[in-house]
């Protein structure tokens, strides 16, 4: 059993390959996904084990339900070199937490100029494969 001030982060299929695309508009990529991370942590610990979505940086993907899975949105995933430390970004990552387990999966990062909506199939892909493992 994992405490629940430890966090676990996986990418989901895919994400890596976002990744390297996205580091050439965001070289220091790495060291912003590391602080987002932390991030996360905090704010997740900071509302009783809960994604915050009463704020601009979150937001709950609706359409996805899922008994032990939630999708979530960051609107506003910093970069720092990409927008010479300003912090606002048009990157948004999608990831799906479970909270019994304290896990958080990255399934998607990408440029909003080139998609305007998160892939809600993606989501949904993750969220069936990962409800089929948590039953097994």
Do not use: W
């Amino acid at each position: 059993m994992i405490k629940k001030d430890e966090f676990t982060f996986q990418n989901f299929k895919g994400f890596d390959k976002d990744l390297r695309n996205i580091r050439k508009k965001c070289p220091s990529l790495d060291e912003d996904l590391k602080g987002f991370k932390a991030a996360l942590t905090v704010d997740i610990k900071h509302n009783a084990y809960r994604v915050p979505t009463n704020t601009e940086k979150y937001s709950k993907v609706n359409k996805i339900h899922s008994k032990h899975y939630n999708a979530y949105v960051c609107k506003r995933f910093r970069c720092m070199e990409s927008n010479k430390g300003a912090g606002q970004t048009p990157f948004r990552l999608t990831f799906i937490y479970n909270a019994e387990e304290s896990i958080i999966y990255f399934i998607q990062f990408y440029f909003k100029g080139n998609a305007e909506k998160e892939d809600f199939s993606k989501l949904k892909t993750a969220i069936n494969i990962l409800e089929k493992k948590y039953y097994y």
